[in-house]
């Protein structure tokens, strides 16, 4: 079953970096809009980051602005979340998706029972920032 696929998580350091993963094989990434959520224990899934397609634009919420960046390379099938000065509440399991569209049009900031994958949610990755 095609499915996303997220990797790159780990124990990090407050103030360390890490970059996650976000593959799909068989399933071409360049056309959609990628997102980035987040759960961490006992709260609901949240938005993170997404990046559009075709050099649209990328957005973030704002508790993650000037911390983390959003990529993607499309010869890879490939998008890349990087992290950088961890917080410990950045901990959480983080997962990658699609709703279909090409574009990110502030999707992140609604609520997760809105948005319509049109992948199985993947297994997501693990991020903990402790010390």
């Known amino acids: 079953q095609v499915q996303f696929v997220e990797s790159g998580g780990g124990l990090v350091q407050p103030g360390g970096s890490l970059r996650l993963a976000c593959e799909a094989p068989?399933?071409?990434?360049?056309?959609?809009?990628i997102s980035w959520f987040r759960q961490a224990p006992g709260k609901e899934r949240e938005g993170v980051s997404c990046?559009?397609?075709?050099?649209?634009?990328?957005e973030y919420v704002d508790s993650v602005k000037g911390r983390f960046t959003l990529s993607r390379d499309n010869a890879k099938n490939m998008v890349y979340l990087q992290m950088n000065s961890l917080k410990p509440e950045d901990t959480a399991v983080y997962y990658c998706?699609?709703?279909?569209?090409?574009?990110?049009?502030?999707?992140?900031?609604?609520?997760?029972?809105?948005?319509?994958?049109?992948?199985?949610w993947g297994q997501g990755t693990q991020v903990t920032v402790s010390s």
């Open positions: 068989g399933f071409t990434l360049d056309y959609y809009a």
């Open positions: 990046i559009s397609a075709f050099d649209g634009p990328i």
């Open positions: 998706a699609a709703d279909g569209e090409s574009s990110c049009r502030g999707k992140i900031t609604l609520p997760v029972q809105w948005f319509t994958t049109v992948l199985p």
